[in-house]
């Protein structure tokens, strides 16, 4: 049989299977032969080509014929964009076997055992002195890091709990409150201010993964770094202009 004149030379067509839940929009060559058509949808649906029954269906999912003959070619089946094949499956699979990969069986490999091989990203770090493996840029690091730490320490012994506060931060409106927390905390490293605004401009409670830091309305409390926050004596805020914002 032969392709049919006058029709374009690719069809666009969604597969289905009884093995799979999902429909997949592929474009196939209407120069295919059902064998070589077969070929292809067992990677889309798991399948093996030679377990395969092909239905055809319209756009609007009307049943039209069977594709039974794998020598033609698929141009010669009345088939257009839009149209469904579905894939009949005869090896005796059972529907989402090919989708739980649950099932499928891992490599797996010990820390050790990985550690010997030399095509792997850890072998390469190592031999080219990167990330962990660059022991002066990790020495580097972690000075940085002790020095920050102690940096936001300083900062932090400066505040006091109870303190009148104001928060600067770069691109955000100052915001007045009160200072009810000073220190580390569990939820991330360093020292950071809690603080309990004067309007409901904050995050939360107090509370952070929840662990009780100090007590306050909900909204109304907020923890940053003790660089954002200066200490003073600064009136309790009446109106943030809220109002006029969405």
């Known amino acids: 049989m032969s392709v049919v ?3 374009p030379a690719v069809v666009s067509v969604s597969i289905s299977s009884t ?3 999902f429909r997949a929009l592929k474009r196939y060559a209407r120069g295919l032969t059902l064998a070589e058509f077969k070929c292809k949808l067992e990677l889309v649906v798991g ?3 030679s377990c395969m029954d092909l239905e055809l269906y319209t756009p609007d999912d009307k049943f039209v ?3 039974d003959s794998d020598e033609a070619l698929l141009g010669s089946y009345p088939i257009d964009d839009g149209c469904r094949i579905h894939v009949i499956d005869k090896s005796g699979a059972t529907i989402g076997e090919y989708e739980n990969v649950s099932k499928v069986e891992k490599f797996e490999i010990t820390d050790a ?3 010997k091989r030399s095509d792997t990203a850890r072998s390469f770090m190592k031999t080219s002195k990167l990330g962990p493996y ?3 840029e990790m020495v580097k690091r972690e000075a940085d890091r002790e020095q920050k730490l102690m940096e936001e320490k300083a900062q932090a012994e400066a505040i006091s709990v109870g303190s009148r506060c104001e928060v600067r931060a770069a691109g955000q409106p100052n915001k007045r409150g009160t200072v009810m927390y000073v220190g580390l905390t569990e939820f991330k490293p360093g020292y950071w201010v809690g603080i309990k605004y004067d309007e409901p401009v904050g995050k939360h409670d107090g509370s952070v993964n929840g662990k009780q830091y100090f007590e306050c ?3 109304y409390g907020a923890f940053v770094k003790p660089r954002f926050v200066t200490v003073g004596d600064f009136p309790e805020v009446v109106d943030y ?3 006029d914002e969405m």
């Open 241 to 243: 202009g809220l109002d």
């Open 65 to 67: 014929m069977k594709l």
């Open 217 to 219: 309305q909900l909204k």
């Open 113 to 115: 055992e990985y550690d």
């Open 134 to 136: 660059n022991a002066e």
């Open 5 to 7: 004149t006058g029709t």
């Open 47 to 49: 399948s093996p080509a």
């Open 19 to 21: 093995l799979n839940s």
